[in-house]
């Protein structure tokens, strides 16, 4: 079975390149493609260099698989061709995600979606991805009225630039600024562009993306995304609205026991995106009932967005394609 990384050489490529070393995922090769100036440059896997090549080239080499990260413009015009020649696409960008054909998949969610015909599919927002891992478990018993979200984005969730950006600030160097405002001890209120209802297309992705995951239009979602000083891993406070009403203990035990999740249920023992770091789960504390809202609770997430928040959701896609659709 051969798999193909396309956008290998970026900061999500990367990771994706690592976790498919990790999990230790069935090959019997691994082609890892990128853009023009990328092609010919060693990427060690598995103790061994392997040389990236163009996208032409993947496609022709024929991938069981291939996980795109190379932005919306590359998958809307090479995902149809790779799944045209019989490829599965694991897609990482917006360009599908709302698609009414391609599924949304969060494996701990709905990978039950996912169906052998589905050659294109979609790897949900970073925010989204954590955010309903862990309100999933809530979700399936008590049902979720509303949701009011507010992100802290790290700045790797804007790549290279963004970082680039944070560094030069706080070594007090000249630079290209990325963001709009100063991000160096600093919080920026707007992650993407505003969109003409106000919102940014971060903070409609966690709208749209929930009610299509879920499948639930009734589902209202309010959401601020504000990206800050942080390198990696993206934190969340959530309040949610239960359509039935819930103990504590029992929303704890549905937390405790749900997939891909960590929680710290003492108070005093609330995750922060340090703890997130190059891990793949999502972990969630600080869960309070809220003082004045019926049936409302209020939660704290984190999650590595580089891993759970893109490239190990798309690994875990694949390792359910290898294992469902394409066993021998």
């Known amino acids: 079975m051969k798999i193909a990384v396309i956008g290998a050489t970026g900061l999500v490529g990367s990771v994706m390149v690592k976790v498919l070393e990790e999990r230790g995922f069935p090959m019997e090769e691994l082609?890892?493609?990128?853009?023009?100036?990328?092609?010919?440059?060693?990427?060690?896997?598995?103790n061994e260099k392997l040389k990236v090549c163009s996208i032409e080239t993947a496609l022709e080499k024929k991938p069981a698989i291939a996980i795109f990260s190379a932005g919306s413009a590359v998958s809307l015009l090479w995902a149809p061709k790779f799944a045209a020649a019989?490829?599965?696409?694991?897609?990482?960008?917006?360009?599908?995600r709302m698609d009414k054909e391609i599924p949304l998949i969060i494996p701990e969610v709905n990978i039950d979606r996912l169906n052998a015909s589905d050659h294109i599919i979609a790897n949900?927002?970073?925010s989204t991805i954590q955010m309903l891992v862990a309100l999933n478990p809530l979700y399936r018993k008590f049902g979720i009225r509303s949701i009011v979200?507010?992100?802290?984005?790290?700045?790797?969730?804007?790549g290279m630039k963004g970082i680039?950006?944070?560094?030069?600030?706080?070594?007090?160097e000249v630079h290209q600024p990325f963001y709009k405002r100063a991000i160096d001890l600093n919080c920026i209120p707007q992650c993407d562009d505003f969109t003409e209802n106000g919102y940014t297309k971060e903070e409609m992705k966690l709208v749209?993306?929930?009610?299509?995951?879920?499948n639930d239009e009734s589902i209202t979602v309010n959401s601020?995304?504000?990206?800050?000083?942080?390198?990696?891993?993206?934190?969340?406070?959530?309040?949610?609205?239960l359509v039935h009403p819930a103990e504590r203990a029992e929303i704890i035990t549905a937390l405790e026991n749900a997939p891909g999740m960590v929680l710290r249920s003492i108070p005093e023992e609330y995750p922060t995106a340090i703890d997130a770091e190059?891990?793949?789960?999502?972990?969630?504390?600080?869960?309070?009932?809220?003082?004045?809202?019926?049936?409302?609770?209020?939660?704290?997430?984190?999650?590595?967005n580089l891993r759970k928040g893109a490239a190990t959701n798309a690994v875990q896609i694949a390792q359910h394609i290898a294992a469902t659709f394409l066993k021998k």
Not at 37 to 45: A, L, M, P, T
Not at 164 to 172: C, G, M, V, Y
């Open 149 to 158: 979200v507010t992100t802290y984005q790290a700045v790797t969730g804007s």
């Open 86 to 96: 019989g490829t599965y696409v694991v897609d990482n960008s917006s360009a599908w």
């Open 278 to 304: 190059g891990k793949d789960e999502v972990f969630v504390g600080r869960v309070r009932k809220d003082l004045h809202n019926e049936n409302t609770w209020n939660l704290w997430v984190v999650a590595d």
């Open 31 to 46: 082609i890892l493609a990128a853009s023009e100036h990328s092609v010919g440059k060693d990427i060690i896997f598995r």
């Open 224 to 241: 601020t995304a504000v990206r800050v000083p942080v390198v990696g891993g993206h934190s969340e406070s959530i309040i949610v609205t």
């Open 124 to 126: 949900p927002n970073c």
């Open 208 to 214: 749209n993306e929930t009610r299509k995951i879920f």
């Open 164 to 172: 680039a950006q944070l560094r030069s600030e706080r070594a007090n």
